[in-house]
């Protein structure tokens, strides 16, 4: 069982209180960029057997995205935070390296 809490109203619940919404972090590409970085941004995605950042939206409470970090081969999340952050915060950075010593994912680490 999945479980988070969201970073805007403190709730934690299941993982049925949420919904998943994919990658986080896309760098998004518009119609006018190169066909390789616009395909790449459409079809794209990680897929890890271990640390992801995923997007979720806290569909039965207050309705906002926020992003998730969490293990996929585990299902330890190691944090969640404001779909505003245009990365990690350092903390759960932090956590990560703790537990996965070596860990990167993208620029992320
Ligand atoms: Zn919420």
């Known amino acids: 069982m999945l479980?988070?809490?969201?970073?805007?109203c403190g709730v934690a619940g299941e993982e049925t209180e949420f919904h998943g919404g994919g990658e986080a972090h896309l760098k998004r590409h518009g119609p006018e960029s190169s066909d390789a970085d616009f395909e790449g941004y459409l079809f794209h995605r990680e897929n890890p057997k271990g640390?992801?950042?995923?997007?979720?939206?806290?569909?039965?409470?207050?309705?906002?995205?926020?992003h998730a970090a969490r293990c996929t081969r585990t299902l330890?999340?190691?944090?969640?935070?404001?779909?505003?952050?245009?990365?990690?915060?350092?903390?759960?950075?932090?956590?990560?390296?703790?537990?996965?010593?070596?860990?990167?994912?993208?620029?992320f680490s």
């Open 76 to 107: 330890e999340v190691f944090g969640t935070y404001t779909a505003q952050c245009s990365e990690p915060p350092q903390e759960i950075r932090d956590k990560i390296s703790a537990k996965r010593p070596g860990w990167t994912w993208r620029e």
């Open 51 to 66: 640390v992801h950042l995923e997007r979720w939206r806290h569909v039965n409470g207050c309705g906002k995205w926020f």
């Open 3 to 8: 479980l988070l809490e969201c970073p805007y």
